[in-house]
């Protein structure tokens, strides 16, 4: 069976400070990544897809930027955060290609604090 | 662009009674509809969902409609229990040249003891 796995679980950085969030998926290839911000009592925004190794589209502008450099790993990046982006951070996978009629499964997210 | 509306923002019901989400999408090309529970600090996970091929899917307690001429997709939860409490996201996909879900933004729904 597919699982992801995000880490880590929590983290509290100070503002200008780098971020790396990582997240990989096992039992499934070639999958379609997400990554999503939540903010607190707020809806999911989608912020990066990839569709395959090296392949990213970027949703909002933001200083966060993403990178996949194998097939199943998927990573959210930043050189200076900043306070606005303190929030959940979620990644997801489905199954590959853009027929498919198959959910998204999320990881179990990252709680981001920027002091 | 694609968009999906839900309603209502927040649902009270009493412990027993049944409990409706709403949401309407906009782009005719979307045939996939998820429904995701999302528990106070947790993951959304899916707890059902619906093809365009399909007019209604039932499992259990909860049940989901869709309506392609309108437009609207619909989550019925009947007898709900305190365990029900939680935020609901329903979405809306294309499976024809994209990769996106777009979500609507959230039912708080509190179940009443």
């Known amino acids: 069976s597919q699982t992801i796995h995000q880490w880590p679980a929590t983290l509290v950085q100070p503002v200008g400070s780098p971020l790396s969030l990582e997240c990989t998926v096992e039992?499934?290839?070639?999958?379609?990544l997400y990554w999503y911000r939540q903010a607190a009592g707020r809806g999911l925004q989608l912020l990066f897809y990839?569709?395959?190794?090296?392949?990213i589209s970027s949703e909002v502008p933001q200083n966060l930027s993403a990178s996949r450099p194998q097939d199943r790993q998927f990573i959210l990046s930043s050189k200076k955060l900043l306070l606005s982006d303190s929030g959940f951070y979620l990644c997801a996978w489905s199954v590959g290609g853009h027929h498919s009629n198959q959910p998204q499964h999320f990881g179990d997210g990252t709680r981001l604090s920027i002091l | 662009g694609e968009n999906v509306e839900q309603h209502p923002s927040t649902l009270s019901v009493q412990e027993g009674d049944s409990a409706v989400i709403k949401c309407t999408y906009s782009d005719s090309a979307s045939n996939y509809f998820p429904w995701y529970k999302q528990e106070l600090g947790k993951r959304p996970q899916l707890i059902i969902d619906i093809r365009s091929n399909v007019g209604e899917k039932k499992d259990q307690r909860i049940a989901v409609t869709l309506n392609k001429t309108a437009k609207h997709f619909s989550l019925h939860i009947t007898e709900t229990q305190p365990e029900d409490s939680a935020v609901y996201f329903c979405?809306?996909?294309?499976?024809?040249?994209?990769?996106?879900?777009?979500f609507g933004t959230g039912t708080r729904l509190k179940v009443l003891a």
């Open positions: 979405a809306a996909r294309a499976t024809s040249g994209t990769y996106k879900y777009i």
């Open positions: 990839s569709v395959g190794i090296g392949q």
């Open positions: 039992g499934t290839s070639n999958p379609n």
